[in-house]
């Protein structure tokens, strides 16, 4: 068989594919997209402030997840992104109960496992995101919002 006309058909069955079926992005639920979206803009906004972020959606082997893992400095620091449509029942930040915090806290613990334990510094930073409908985006950096939870210790 002809190789061009197998890419060709490649090529067109892809393009098809992306201009007529609805991509993944769009059939998540809203709260999903919008909180995506939160984290892409607190991502731009924490490097304009000069942080080098090191990876995004980090999970943990033994449970423990962190929205940003970035470096400000040489100080490691573990981001917790909230986003909201608007201020009405609190400021995201009132979202990171302690189960939120001991669950980000286990995170940054297994993501220092996985550097071997190094002796540096650590904190734990929320970027709040408001997303109003008729306004710009508005974010706010809260920098050591929480300590390490207990019983975790390092």
């Known amino acids: 068989?002809?190789?061009?006309?197998?890419?060709?058909?490649?090529?067109l069955s892809n393009r098809w594919r992306s201009r007529f079926?609805?991509?993944?992005?769009?059939?998540?639920?809203?709260?999903?997209?919008?909180?995506?979206?939160?984290?892409?803009?607190?991502?731009?906004?924490?490097?304009?402030?000069?942080?080098?972020i090191l990876y995004r959606n980090f999970k943990g082997h033994s449970g423990g997840e962190i929205d940003v893992v970035c470096r400000d400095k040489d100080t490691l620091v573990f981001v917790e992104v909230k986003t909201r449509t608007r201020e009405d029942f609190g400021r995201p930040l009132a979202a990171v109960d302690r189960q939120k915090q001991k669950r980000i806290s286990r995170g940054g613990l297994n993501w220092l496992r996985m550097l071997d334990n190094p002796d540096i510094l650590f904190r734990f930073d929320v970027v709040e995101v408001i997303i109003a409908?008729?306004?710009?985006?508005?974010?706010?950096?809260?920098?050591?919002?929480?300590?390490?939870?207990?019983?975790?210790?390092?």
């Not at 068989?1 to 090529?11: F, H, Q, T, Y």
């Not at 992005?25 to 304009?48: I, V």
């Not at 929480?146 to 019983?151: A, T």
């Open 1 to 11: 068989m002809n190789l061009g006309l197998v890419r060709s058909i490649a090529d």
């Open 21 to 52: 079926l609805p991509s993944r992005a769009s059939l998540r639920p809203q709260h999903l997209r919008r909180g995506a979206h939160g984290e892409t803009l607190a991502c731009r906004f924490l490097r304009r402030k000069g942080y080098k």
């Open 133 to 154: 409908e008729d306004a710009s985006p508005r974010l706010a950096l809260i920098k050591n919002a929480f300590p390490l939870s207990q019983p975790y210790i390092y």
